[in-house]
């Protein structure tokens, strides 16, 4: 069974940093699109981060600058590197395995940005 794990989550105040991780129990990891989504209360998921299988990365506009997706294919992790934290990031933030028509999802982190 497919199980995806994030954790670093946390409170925060505004301008500082996270770092997210997410283990992934996938086979072939290496060929999986990861990304990061995040849901803050009332809202819908958005996309916020991802990174191919040839880390090739994508960003929302509102990111751009601040935050970074990696990955360690040796390891089965991708990382979500946030800086310069602003309250608005504030969300449970997901993450996503996909290849084809494969899609897995983690349970999700708290991330909480005090002003």
């Known amino acids: 069974q497919v199980q995806l794990v994030e954790s670093g989550g946390g409170l925060v105040q505004t301008g500082g940093s996270l770092r997210l991780s997410c283990a992934a129990s996938?086979?072939?990891?290496?060929?999986?699109?990861m990304g990061w989504y995040r849901q803050a209360p009332g809202k819908q998921r958005e996309l916020v981060a991802t990174?191919?299988?040839?880390?090739?990365?994508n960003y929302v506009d509102s990111v751009k600058g601040r935050f970074t997706i990696s990955r360690d294919n040796a390891k089965n992790t991708v990382y979500l590197q946030m800086n310069s934290l602003k309250p608005e990031d504030a969300a449970v933030y997901y993450c996503?395995?996909?290849?084809?028509?494969?899609?897995?999802w983690g349970q999700g982190t708290q991330v909480t940005v005090s002003s």
């Open positions: 996503n395995a996909r290849r084809q028509f494969h899609t897995y």
């Open positions: 996938l086979t072939f990891f290496s060929i999986y699109t």
């Open positions: 990174i191919t299988s040839e880390s090739r990365t």
